[in-house]
Each structure stands twice: as C-alpha cells, then as structure tokens.
C-alpha cells in the first residue's frame, strides 16, 4: 500500500487508545461514578413538579434519561469486553444493561415515579409486561392448607373445630342422616354451646320432625339445648310439638300457658287461660293458672266500671286523682292498691272492694296492712290509717295494733308528709325504747323525746337535746321546768 509521507506520520502518531490520565473523562470508571452520582440526585428530579413539565431531548431524537438513552450511553461508553467484564464483578449498576429495550421512551420522573407522563408513553410495568423478560421476583404461590378453606372435603371433626373457632364453615355437604348424627356428636363432644346450638339449627331445617325428635330423645345434652333455642327464639309451636313427643305434659302445660303473652286482647286473653285452667299442671300451678284468670276477669269489670265514672266526673276520687294507667293485666299487688285507693269504702260484696280481694286471693295481713296504709297515707285520709291499726277485744275494749310493726308505719307516714301529730301518736306506739327515741329524734317528735327522757330520768340526754329546740319555744320550757323540777329524782 502506497502512503504518503503525510499519511504515515498520522497513522504511526495517532491511535484509538489514550493513555492513563487522572483527569481522563472517558474512563469508565469515571462514567460509572458519574452515572451513581445521577441516580442518587433523581430525588431532586423527582421532587421537583415543575421539571415533569420539561422534557430533554438528546441529539438523537430520544429523551434524556429515559431507559434507551441510558442503555445507548452505558454501551458507547463501553471499552473492550474483557473491561467490561471485570467492572461487572465489582461495580452492580452493570446489570441495567440486562433490562430488555422497550419499544418506547420513558422520563426519569415517570420512571422512578412509577407512573406515566401524559402523552403516549407506557407506565414501565405495561412495558415490561410485554416483553419475554424473566421475573426476578415471582409471586408465590398460597400454601396448600389456605385453599382447603373454600373446598368440601373437611371431616366432622375438623367442621367442629372451625366452627368453634369461628370460622365460616358450610354444612350442607352433611346429606346422609349417619353424617348428620355424626356432626352432632362430635359437636357435643367439644362441649361449647355455640357450637351445638349452630349444628341443631342445621338439623332443624335438614330433617323433619319425626327424625329430628327420634334422634334427640336419646341425646339429651342435645336436647337441652334445643330447648332452649326454642324458647329463647318463641317457636312455641315447635316447642309444643316436642313435649307432646317426649310425653312431657307438665312442660307442655306451662309451655302452652306462656302463649297467653301473646294475646293483647284482654277478652280473648281471658278465654285462653280459661282453657288452660284444664291443662296438667301441678297443683301450686294450678291455683295459679286459676287466680290468674279470676283477677283478669275481676279487672275486666273493674276497667269498665271506673272507666264510666270517670267520664261521668260525678265522683269526688276521680276528679281530685285522675288515673295514670289502666288496671288491666297488672299484678295482684297493685290490683289491691288500686282498690284501697278508689274503692276503700265499697262494700265487701262488690269485685272492686279491698276486703273482697283480700278474701278471694287469701292476700296475708301484712301484705294488705302495707298496701292499704300506702294507698290511704297517699290521700291523706288520716281516719281511715287510724281506723286501719284499731282493734276491738271481746270486752270491747280498743286498742291499736299493727302487724307490720309501729316503726314502719310511722317511716310510710312520714314519706308521705303525715303531719307531726299523727307521727308522734305512732312514735308512742313503738315498744323498743331505743329505736323510739331514733325515730323520735330523727322525726322531730319533741315531745316524744322529753317524755321519754323523763320517765327515764335521764337527764343528761335531756339536757342535751335541749340544745337542738329552738330556743324560746314551747320544747324548751317544757324541758326547763322537768329540770328544775323536785319531784323527779334523775339518775344523773
């Protein structure tokens, strides 16, 4: 080959390596520095809103930054492959040069951003999705055991256990009766309440009746608990379909009785325990069942009756004490209030009078004392409360007597602000001397307390109380004259 002299010179002095400089910017060491150096500031890049509105343009045509541009970059940076090799063991941003190159540019923002810039450009998972790269990080795979959750083929005993556990379990895969009965076993062999009440409720709806009964019958923790679900949720139709198959008939009786809750009515509530007055019932049951449908009956009347007097408004009671409530389906007790209240004057042959009530439902003396004295305090009728505690001896001698004790009748008088005369009166009446002084001192029943005093000659007491009168008053010279008087000889 024929060179000139000129072409010699620049081939011997020119060569397409460079030797080793400090400063050589075309090491690609230095590049790869510079490259880490980048990828550490792309948080100022990516914080920054106003860049994601730019977007740089190599000479190329391409973006800057995106995925093509770097992998062009890294390449023409690339010195020999024997380089290349060794910078690859020790530096690991050599494996970026392994992504696969997509189809499309994309912007460092969007890129680390995991979204995609407006415009035509694909988000990075879209674009990686549809190359055949290899995924580094496969999802894996649930255990065995999570998909057993959502199939069929659980036992008795592991349907029991979840059940417990309070997981959802389906039933329905139980067909057969042996399956069923084995299900209720293993259910009554965990001894959890919860647990065998879900399994009968299955039972209940799977079987009839006939078989149902049948199998319970001899299972009797089982048939406890239906029991129990029955009465809590009122199938009382079931529920009496089940005692008449176990010839349970006292149950059956009070099961039928508690219909009556039922029925608002009180007519057709007064026809319906009029025939359970015949079911088998024991006999304190019985006498119950009876009075029960006796007081309804009674209050029946008495609701009709009262209930025209009051619209007449020709009765002094009801004008002055309008009724709050109806009488009807209330209890004994507050029948007999009602009465003393309204009807304490009626004769004992009308349903409305207190001493026809306390005869009809044997109602004991201190029950009807108490009430009456409540109902009569409440009115004020101080006569009648008198009346109420006064008794006649054979030799017609009066004398006072209460069978529920003095001292709780002056505490009901009070509580119904009887006035001081008539609290002191019954003061007197209570036997014990300490508790009467209580009462006394507690009541401001002065005179009570002085007398008292003084026929214990106490008169360190007296003295002391003398402090709590008013002064001036009527107590307290009553109190000074027993004090200087001669004639009581006081113990201290």
Not at 256 to 278: A, M, S, V, W
Request: hydrophobic content about 35%.
């Amino acid at each position: 080959m024929n060179r000139t002299k000129g072409d010699e010179e620049e081939y011997w002095n020119s060569s397409k390596f460079k030797a080793f400089t400090f400063d050589d910017e075309d090491d690609e060491l230095s590049q790869l520095k510079e490259s880490k150096r980048a990828v550490n500031s792309l948080r100022d890049f990516v914080d920054d809103d106003d860049e994601d509105d730019l977007e740089r343009v190599s000479w190329t045509g391409e973006p800057v930054g995106s995925i093509s541009w770097s992998i062009k970059e890294t390449a023409g940076n690339s010195g020999s492959s024997h380089e290349r090799e060794q910078l690859k063991n020790r530096n690991s941003f050599s494996t970026y040069a392994q992504l696969p190159k997509p189809a499309s540019a994309y912007s460092l923002s969007s890129f680390f951003r995991g979204r995609t810039r407006p415009g035509s450009f694909q988000s990075l998972s879209d674009a990686l999705s549809d190359t055949p790269a290899k995924s580094y990080a496969p999802e894996l795979g649930r255990p065995k055991g999570e998909y057993r959750d959502y199939s069929n083929d659980w036992s008795p005993s592991d349907t029991v256990r979840r059940l417990r556990k309070g997981k959802v379990c389906s039933l329905e895969r139980f067909r057969s009766l042996q399956d069923k009965i084995q299900l209720l076993e293993e259910a009554v062999s965990m001894h959890d309440g919860n647990v065998i009440t879900a399994v009968l409720i299955f039972l209940k709806r799977t079987l009839s009746k006939e078989i149902l009964f049948r199998e319970l019958e001899v299972r009797q923790v089982a048939l406890r608990h239906l029991i129990h679900f029955l009465k809590e949720i009122g199938d009382q139709k079931l529920l009496l379909d089940l005692f008449r198959f176990l010839d349970r008939t006292e149950e059956l009786a009070l099961s039928h009785y508690r219909e009556h809750l039922n029925i608002q009515d009180p007519e057709k509530r007064k026809e319906f325990l009029k025939t359970c007055i015949g079911l088998p019932f024991s006999a304190e049951d019985s006498a119950h069942i009876q009075d029960h449908y006796t007081l309804l009956e009674r209050q029946i009347i008495i609701e009709a009756n009262d209930r025209h007097l009051e619209l007449a408004g020709q009765t002094e009671v009801f004008r002055k004490h309008p009724r709050k409530a109806s009488i009807l389906n209330m209890p004994l007790v507050t029948t007999l209030f009602y009465s003393c209240f309204y009807h304490y004057t009626e004769a004992e042959g009308t349903f409305s009078s207190p001493v026809n009530l306390k005869k009809t439902f044997k109602i004991p003396d201190k029950q009807y004392v108490l009430t009456a004295l409540a109902a009569r305090a409440k009115l004020r009728a101080w006569h009648d409360v008198d009346a109420l505690f006064t008794t006649k001896n054979w030799l017609g001698y009066t004398k006072k007597r209460a069978p529920i004790g003095f001292h709780r009748v002056v505490e009901i008088l009070h509580k119904n602000s009887a006035p001081v005369q008539v609290l002191q009166e019954y003061v007197n009446l209570v036997e014990d001397v300490d508790t009467k002084l209580n009462l006394a001192t507690k009541f401001k029943c002065h005179d009570v307390v002085i007398d008292t005093c003084r026929d214990l000659k106490d008169r360190q007491q007296l003295l002391a109380y003398r402090s709590k009168v008013d002064k001036g008053s009527a107590e307290e010279e009553k109190i000074d004259a027993l004090l200087n008087s001669s004639q009581i000889r006081w113990k201290n």
